[in-house]
């Protein structure tokens, strides 16, 4: 399945023994839209509850609750773990996503 950066994307999570039936969470896409239709994989932030007001997580609402982006527990996944698509983060969710990336890989 094809996602767009900062689409909010439901996950499988990998089960370990594979008779499981798979648990999912809900992640942010990071990497951009021509990396993930080149590559086999993207770049997630899982998605949490809003349990604290740590510098690396970014409050959003997702569904009908307050939630955090996990900005510090980036991880690269397969594309086939994707399981659907179930929005997309506001404008202003997007610009602070931005603004913790830059400021946790680049200042």
């Given at each position: 399945m094809e996602a767009n950066q900062y689409s909010i994307v439901l996950v499988a999570q990998d089960s370990a023994?594979?008779?499981?039936?798979?648990?999912?969470?809900?992640?942010?896409?990071?990497?951009?839209?021509e990396?993930?239709?080149s590559l086999r994989t993207v770049?997630?932030?899982?998605?949490?509850?809003?349990?604290?007001d740590y510098p690396t997580r970014v409050k959003?609402?997702?569904?009908?609750?307050p939630s955090r982006i996990m900005l510090d527990q980036i991880i690269t996944i397969e594309n086939k773990r994707i399981l659907k698509i179930t929005g997309d983060l506001a404008p202003a969710e997007v610009k602070k996503v931005r603004s913790v990336l830059k400021e946790i890989f680049i200042d």
């Open positions: 023994s594979g008779n499981e039936p798979p648990d999912s969470m809900q992640c942010v896409v990071i990497s951009p839209a990396m993930n239709k770049t997630v932030a899982p998605i949490g509850a809003d349990t604290g959003i609402k997702a569904g009908n609750k």
